[in-house]
């Protein structure tokens, strides 16, 4: 008999509505300049016919990524970017009505996942001031808790952990024998990261993405790093050939080329410097430790702002209402200095 299974028929999503064409896009978390476009073309000279007609192989980039990282491949598992990985991870660890711990508001596909597959999403919130007290975490870490998610840095708050506070929570995790998974997603916009304890410990994960500073968000790729055994666990849960040949062959042409990473840690550096100090000297206060996205308390409406960025100025970025004392404000994402001009510009216009 026909049947529908009603945890995806009562799931609430909320696709993109939006197309990028004649657009700005600073809404996605994206580097909107890319990568430099020499480097594009030089990448794709070495493209076959067979290239594109094989299935991808991933055990040389696999190493190549392990070099990377100092590390060896029993360690690591590729993934198609690295929501597949927290999905699996999620999958993998959890059971049915298991109890999962994440900090709100984060990267939503975490209760996405749990609704899915039919866990228990337990939501710790921030306090008004936007700070994340892992107090407040570690109240909620209960014996029966399977996994906790931490991100750091935190999308969309942009707050990191310190390596006493991370250490922590390892400790509590370690005596109540729950999983960690680390999203760092962001890493490179906030170069501490706790990858050690993913790559030296057990039950603990690190998810990463090539979307964001490595600037492939079109390629989908990513990776899942922990012990041994439990990278095999993730692995069995992988679909066929589920990362692609191009995705590889940039994301190891970066790799082996750091004056291109560099460029691009630079670049957004040298934006990030420029929208603080403008949105400082213009009186607007925001928040975002960390990360290549910022929250703006607007000094009018924050979703008309939107509404007119996108109508007038072409110009993508999203709202959040109840974040703290800020309201409902702006979350833009942070690229090179001529974007961030654009859209300071387009802002101080509306924004009165």
């Known amino acids: 008999m026909y049947y529908l299974n009603p945890r995806i028929e009562n799931l609430f999503r909320i696709f993109d509505q939006n197309e990028r064409k004649d657009y700005l896009r600073l809404d996605l978390n994206e580097n909107p300049g890319g990568l430099p476009k020499e480097f594009i073309e030089k990448v794709l000279k070495d493209i076959t016919p067979q290239f594109v007609a094989q299935y991808p192989e ?8 392990a070099k990377f990282l100092n590390t060896d491949i029993s360690h690591l ?27 709100v508001p984060s990267y939503f596909m975490f209760q996405v996942y749990s609704e899915m597959y039919g866990r228990n999403f337990v939501k710790v919130p921030y306090n008004e001031d936007l700070t994340m007290s892992i107090d407040n975490i570690i109240s909620e870490m209960t014996d029966d808790t399977q996994l906790l998610i931490l991100l750091n ?45 993913a790559l030296n ?16 968000a079109g390629c989908r790729l990513g990776y899942v790093a922990g012990w041994p055994d439990g990278i095999k666990m993730v692995q069995k849960l992988c679909t066929p050939h589920n990362t692609n040949a191009f995705a590889m062959k940039i994301a190891e042409e970066v790799i082996k080329n750091p004056k291109v990473l560099q460029s691009l840690i630079d670049n957004f550096n040298e934006g990030r410097s ?38 007038e100025k072409k110009i993508l970025i999203k709202s959040y209402p109840n974040v703290g004392n800020f309201g409902t404000c702006l979350r833009v994402s942070i690229g090179e200095k001529k974007y961030m001009q654009m859209f300071c510009e387009a802002l101080f216009e509306l924004d009165r």
């Open 201 to 216: 410990k057990e039950h603990v994960f690190v998810t990463r993405t090539f979307s964001k500073l490595f600037s492939m």
């Open 77 to 103: 598992c590729l993934v198609n970017g690295s929501a597949e990985g927290i999905r699996y991870v999620i999958q993998a660890f959890t059971s049915e009505n298991g109890r999962i711990v994440g900090v």
């Open 274 to 311: 420029y929208l603080i100090d403008i949105l400082d000297n213009n009186g607007y206060q925001h928040k975002g430790e960390a990360g290549n996205f910022i929250f703006i308390k607007t000094k009018t409406d924050a979703q008309k702002i939107v509404e007119r960025m996108k109508a």
């Open 153 to 197: 840095p935190n999308n969309p708050m942009g707050n990191v952990y310190s390596e006493d506070e991370f250490e922590t929570l390892f400790e509590t995790a370690n005596q109540k024998q729950i999983t960690i998974l680390v999203d760092e997603a962001y890493h490179y916009f906030y170069p501490k990261t706790f990858i050690q304890y």
């Open 58 to 65: 991933t055990l040389h980039f696999t190493e190549v990524l």
